[in-house]
């Protein structure tokens, strides 16, 4: 199979040379969880044993261990599903989830048991005309909704009549002031970023792109040119990252990423602790780990290259920042610890 092809099975992935062959435990995998590999993630996969793009997207026998806490929703979508396809966890702001694909099916998906179509039971994935038009009705009813994020899915992966359709309806709800799309299209499927689709985004509302990337080689010359076009158009963009072992939770990894970001005019904005989702486990970081590097960062790197470190805690309860704690207050004042570990004193004037 060559390599301008997605994989999307692990035939596919034998006959690229990326996995030797379909095990029976790498099949039991794949019977659960959802493979897709675009052409632009398969070139950079080198083979390697430690490769973290490969680690991303290529499944593997570790998914088949699943710790007792690890859930199918493990952030909580389900009781703040009020109709088909949004989620209202904030007041301010809706998740309105149009479709149940992605262009690649990361192997740490928080989503990874609703997308794809082991994860759609084999059914539609997109959202139906009747399901639309309701969560559509449900934000024209809710005032309190400042801000309306696409998710899904990739709703990138839309035609650009159908992502037009939904902006223009968005665009016409006089409460919705912010359209945000959150998307991993411009890194593994640069292509798709079109003129067209450009303009498919354009109305009233100001749009905000939050890109899901983990690794700075994944910001090739052909993701950086499709995030300039987003950009130059007008279109911010911010980053989101999932902080996973073996691909970025080294201080040089994550240093390299969040250059790469703002290089490419980029605001890194969220560094996600690991969701618990089944099968996830090798993926994970401990906080404490998480937090010593965001020390590393902080004086080391630029303040345009700082995330916020954030935890999404299961049951629906929202997310949480964990960002690591430089000052502390005592009786003789506050003891503030400086980016190299330096301890010193400050007495704040009353």
Known sequence: MA?????????????????????????????????????????????????????????????????????ADPIGDAPHTPVEGIVHRYPDRVLLKLLHSCPVYCRFCFRREQIGQKGNKGGEKLLSSEALAAALNYIRTHEEIWEVILSGGDPLMLSDRRLAEVVTALNDIPHVKVLRIHTRVPVVDP????????????????????????????LTDEARIACARLVD????????????????????????????????????????????????????????????????????LSGLCQPTYILDLPGGHGKVPLTPVFAVENEEGWLVEDFHGCSHTYDEPK
């Open 191 to 218: 292509a798709r970023i079109t003129p067209e689709l450009v303009a498919a985004l354009r109305g009233r509302l100001p749009v905000y792109i939050l890109l899901h990337c983990n690794h700075a080689r994944e």
């Open 233 to 300: 158009a007008g279109m911010p963009m911010l980053s989101q990252s999932v902080l996973l072992k073996g691909v970025n939770d080294t201080a040089e990894s994550l240093g390299a990423l969040m250059h790469a970001f703002v290089e490419n005019r980029i605001k890194p904005h969220y560094l996600h602790h690991l969701d618990l989702a089944r099968g996830t486990g090798h993926f994970r970081v401990p906080i404490a780990v998480g937090q010593a590097l965001l020390r590393q960062m902080r004086g080391n």
């Open 3 to 71: 390599k301008t092809s997605t994989a999307r099975t692990l035939q596919d992935l034998v006959a690229a040379d990326v996995i030797p062959s379909a095990t029976p435990a790498l099949q039991s995998v794949a019977a659960q969880f959802s493979v897709s590999i675009t052409p632009a993630m398969l070139t950079l996969i080198d083979g390697a044993k430690n490769d973290p793009i490969a680690a991303q997207f290529v499944p593997t026998e570790n998914e088949l261990q699943v710790h007792p806490a690890e859930r």
